[in-house]
């Protein structure tokens, strides 16, 4: 992917935001252990994750990444850093600590992982950077009052202009100026939008950009660059670029998932890591916090695709050689009943929940006896639908290990 | 009126409430000896609305050309409607240079050197 391929490597040749950017490399060069922690607030796609990787490159920091995935529980976070290893002085190398997307990292059910960050960033012989999207954020607030703020605006458009044309130049390729201007207008000053929608235009041609909603990509042109990704923040892009609704992220991964034929050990992770992102969905329905989105991409993209990692899985365009379609179809009225709620509550027709979402619904539930209460509970099933319910995860998770 | 974005201005007397909308409310920088400056934190639309009720006077954003130091007009900009000067703070591309092939280059140089 362009984004990644024409990721700056070296702060200068970012653009936008000058002044911070020299504040940030400013309060790098002079970082001491009495210095407060960084947090680099702004919209995304403008370069913060950039600029922290590059600005720690031509530093000679090493850079320790932990995202939202990572660090989202106070008991992860611990996992993958104790604070006393990074107090110590046995780490010689200059490293420095990287918290990206902290505005992901509380969960509901956490409730220190503020003041796990505040300890960690006590005394820390390294120095330590985060950031965030939103600062309006109660939990970003107390990080703002103890932090060293750097923020970030979106970038003008003549910039991301002349940066897009540049990369296009580089690739060898042009648009017209009517479609780089589109490009540039519907990316609302976010380059990573723009740079993506070029690299679709210049590969699928002029329409692409002209029924192109919003900014994103479509889920197929998403799908297909996740699937080929060769790495986990190649994954991230494709997702972060997709403005379609977690479901049909959720269901066309499972899809191509399923009718790639993954079988075993493989299979069954990649599932697991799939009902992850869907718990995430829940929670964004509940909670009505839809900034657990950038989370659910993560999820994606971390989890998903690692358990995908080496495994032939492409896009696949619905209907999969599905051997329970057929019997879900005949199986009685209650079936027929499930699969009329599901439809109604993922706005779909009943044809497509009982083939996609009832064994998708029905296996998650299998794996988790706290997703069948909320399927159960969503749904409103009844005793005797439940039972109905219980038989089909049965069903189709041997289907699904028997692979 | 115009109005370079990042250097100091003054202008006339305003009153009270304007000063206080302009640095309350539109972020407007002030400082007793230099005047005012629009900052990053700035609302620059804010900012040429309420003066220009308080002015009668059309008030223009100017930013200067990082490349070659000259003014841009965000007036003149066809993505003036999108932007209208309020995520280009500091420093924007003026038309001579944005369609030179070397521009690129040259802005990552502008850049290193005031990094220095
Ligand atoms: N200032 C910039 N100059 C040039 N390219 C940029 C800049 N910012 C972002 N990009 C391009 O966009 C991609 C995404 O940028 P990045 O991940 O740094 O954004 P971000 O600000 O961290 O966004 P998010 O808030 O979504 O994490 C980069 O790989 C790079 O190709
Ligand atoms: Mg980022």
Avoid at chain 1, 80 to 85: I, W
Avoid at chain 1, 142 to 162: H, Y
Avoid at chain 1, 189 to 210: F, H, K, L, M, P
């Amino acid at each position: 992917m362009w984004v990644e391929k024409h990721r700056p490597r070296n702060p200068n040749t970012m653009i936008g935001n000058e002044e911070v950017r020299l504040a940030f490399l400013k309060w790098l060069k002079n970082w001491g252990k009495k210095s407060k922690p960084a947090l680099l607030l702004g919209p995304p796609g403008i370069g913060k994750t950039t600029l922290v990787h590059a600005a720690a490159d031509t530093l000679g920091y090493s850079v320790l990444e932990l995202n939202a995935s990572d660090v989202r529980t106070k008991t992860k976070l611990e996992e993958r850093l104790a604070p006393s290893m990074l107090h110590s002085s046995l780490i010689e190398e200059k490293l420095l600590i990287f918290l990206d997307e902290v505005d992901g990292i509380y969960g509901r059910q956490d409730k220190g992982g503020v003041e796990f960050v505040q300890d960690l960033v006590k005394g820390s012989r390294h120095p330590i950077v985060m950031a965030a999207n939103v600062e309006d954020d109660k939990k970003i607030q107390k990080l703002v009052k103890s932090a060293q703020v750097f923020k970030f605006q979106r970038l003008p458009p003549k910039l991301i202009e002349m940066a897009v044309k540049n990369i296009l130049h580089r690739e060898g390729l042009s648009l017209d100026q009517e479609t780089l201007e589109k490009i540039v207008r519907s990316a609302k000053g976010d380059i990573r939008a723009a740079v993506n929608s070029a690299q679709v235009a210049v590969g699928a041609g002029e329409d692409v950009v002209t029924d192109m909603r919003d900014t994103s990509i479509g889920v197929v042109d998403a799908l297909k660059l996740f699937f080929n990704a060769s790495s986990s923040r190649e994954a991230l892009m494709a997702m972060r670029g997709c403005g379609a609704q977690p479901r049909d992220k959720i269901r066309a991964i499972f899809q191509s998932i399923m009718a790639s034929g993954l079988q075993g050990e493989k299979l069954v992770k990649a599932l697991e890591a799939l009902s992850k992102a869907d718990e995430i969905v829940e929670e964004i329905g509940e909670t009505q916090n839809y900034r657990l989105l950038r989370y659910f991409d993560t999820i994606l993209a971390t989890k998903v695709f690692e358990a995908l990692k080496g495994s032939d899985v492409h896009y696949k365009e619905e209907s999969l050689p599905w051997p329970l379609q057929i019997r879900i179809w005949n199986e009685g009225k209650l079936l027929g009943e499930i699969s009329q709620r599901l439809a109604a509550q993922h706005h779909t027709s009943s044809k497509q929940a009982a083939l996609i979402y009832l064994p998708y619904v029905a296996l998650l539930s299998k794996n988790s006896k706290s997703r069948e209460d909320v399927v159960i509970a969503r749904l409103r099933l009844d005793e005797s639908q439940v039972k109905v319910l219980r038989k089909e995860e049965l069903r189709v998770s041997q289907e699904v290990y028997k692979r | 009126m115009k109005i370079v974005v990042g250097e100091w201005f003054r202008m006339p007397p305003v009153g009270t409430d304007i000063f206080k909308k302009l640095v309350n409310e539109a972020a407007l920088k002030y400082d007793k000896s230099n005047g005012f400056q629009a900052t990053p934190e700035t609302n620059l639309p804010l900012v040429a609305s309420i003066l220009k009720e308080a002015l009668h006077e059309n008030v223009e954003m100017l930013l200067n050309c990082f490349i070659c130091g000259g003014a841009v007009e965000c007036s003149q900009c066809r993505y003036n409607d999108i932007c209208g000067g309020s995520s280009a703070f500091a420093s924007c591309i003026c038309d001579d240079c944005e369609n030179s092939e070397e521009t690129p280059s040259i802005y990552a140089i502008r850049f290193a050197q005031i990094a220095d």
